[in-house]
């Protein structure tokens, strides 16, 4: 349970991070409250992989907030693309790998 939570908190973590770098200035604390709800959101059997439910729950829930759609939208992307690129290099070094 521990580890599940602290996972959660890595993640949450992951996006304020990528929320800096595009000079969203929000508190940390919030990101406690709106990563979740997304993630959940983004989870329901709407779309393949959860595109443009996750892009459209982050325009709608950041905008409460202040942040213009066009920066909620490449906070979503951005996080998006920095996942897919990290899973990509795992998996090419999961298929070079020699069997034992």
């Known amino acids: 349970i521990i580890l599940s939570f602290l996972l959660q908190i890595n993640v949450i973590f992951y996006y304020f991070l990528i929320s800096k770098s595009l000079y969203i ?8 409250i ?6 959940t959101i ?7 992989y959860g595109i443009g ?12 907030f202040g942040i213009p759609p066009e920066v ?16 990509s290099i795992g998996g090419i070094f999961f298929i070079l790998q020699k069997e034992k």
């Open 53 to 64: 439910v996750r892009e459209g729950s982050f325009v709608l829930l950041f905008s409460k």
């Open 42 to 48: 983004t989870m329901l059997p709407i779309s393949i």
């Open 34 to 39: 709106l990563i979740p709800v997304i993630l």
């Open 72 to 87: 909620a939208f490449s906070l979503s992307v951005l996080a998006y693309l920095i996942s897919v690129l990290f899973n």
């Open 25 to 32: 200035d929000i508190p940390f604390i919030l990101f406690f």
